[in-house]
């Protein structure tokens, strides 16, 4: 019982001092003159995945490199599948207003450069450093585009950064970015210790349990954020908080972890749960090129397909 009781501790860590280190980047950002624009494309997007790359970076200390892949590739499914299917049963996602296709085909091109680089076995720095590359490039784009935006008189506004307060005393911002620094190495080597021992006592493989426990616990403040934009009406910021949290899972989380050591690739993930990964990308292809919405009949059959492939796993 106790390992459960402290990978729960473990994860409750981690989602609380990710949110305390996004919340004093943030402010300490705008507080030195950042521009908001590029807080919001950088250190938002790279914030918010920092439980994920510290479970990774901890995985890959203890040789658990199941549960390192495990919780990226398991994420992405539970994101496509559970993050947008769970929001769309309860109110149904207006997508049909949405244009997310360069960012989608940017996600698909990065889950198959993803899986290419699997299938030679391992994950090394040249690895690492080819997704980061990759990641680079996106960025660059969505820089470029959002100047261009900006330039045609779109102002610049601090609003759309939820965690901005441009009034936070210094104090504050600092109590924010220690509670973060500490809380993130801890949480993640309480989750991926425990994760382990789980594992071994009921002799499931760190694969299974990474792409189970471990990813679907770091998917919830993406299930959060959608279901509150599903209630505000907000597709886009629901459509577009997956499609950015799986290019960075895919190019970030294991590109920096593969400088900390090599990442070897179970041959299991070659075999189905990358597949699985990519087949529930492309099952969004209605929503981001034909305009149809999400609706409740699409989140069900979504959360089944979600519930049918832990069926499978396990």
């Known amino acids: 019982m106790m390992p459960w009781l402290f990978c729960l501790l473990g994860l409750v860590i981690l989602l609380l001092a990710g949110d305390a280190l996004v919340r004093g980047a943030v402010n300490l950002s705008l507080r030195v003159g950042i ?14 995945s920092a439980p994920e790359l510290l479970i990774a970076v901890q ?28 929001p769309a049963m309860m109110r149904a996602l207006h997508t049909s207003e949405c244009d997310t296709r360069q960012n989608y085909l940017f996600m698909i091109g990065a889950s198959v450069l993803f899986i290419g680089l699997a299938f030679f076995g391992t994950f090394t720095w040249v690895s690492g450093l080819i997704l980061l590359l990759a990641l680079a490039g996106v960025l660059y ?44 190495p801890l949480g993640a080597e309480l989750l991926v210790e425990n994760a382990t021992i789980i594992a071994r006592m009921y002799g499931m493989s760190e694969t299974v349990i990474g792409l189970t426990l471990v990813a679907v616990g770091t998917s919830l403040p993406e299930l959060a954020t959608t279901v509150m934009a599903a209630l505000r009406r907000q597709a886009d910021v629901a459509l577009g908080n997956v499609i950015g949290s799986n290019m960075f899972n895919l190019l970030a989380i294991i590109g920096l972890a593969t400088f900390i050591g090599p990442i070897s690739v179970d041959p299991e993930f070659l075999r189905f749960d990358l597949w699985v990964m990519l087949g529930s990308s492309l099952l969004i292809i209605p929503f981001v090129f034909f305009r149809q919405d999400i609706t409740r009949l699409w989140g069900v059959g979504l959360t089944a397909v979600y519930m049918v492939y832990l069926w499978m796993l396990f």
């Open 35 to 48: 521009p908001a624009l590029i807080v919001s494309l950088t250190i938002v997007a790279f914030g918010t």
């Open 141 to 184: 784009t969505a820089f470029r585009e959002a100047r261009a935006h900006r330039a045609a008189g779109e102002p610049d506004e601090l609003e759309e950064i939820e965690e901005a307060d441009p009034n936070m005393p210094y104090w504050r911002i600092g109590l924010y970015l220690v509670l973060g620094l500490i809380g993130l």
């Open 59 to 86: 995985a890959v200390f203890e040789n658990a490199d199941g549960i390192a892949l495990g919780n990226v590739v398991g994420s992405n499914t539970a994101n496509i599948l559970l993050v947008l299917g769970i």
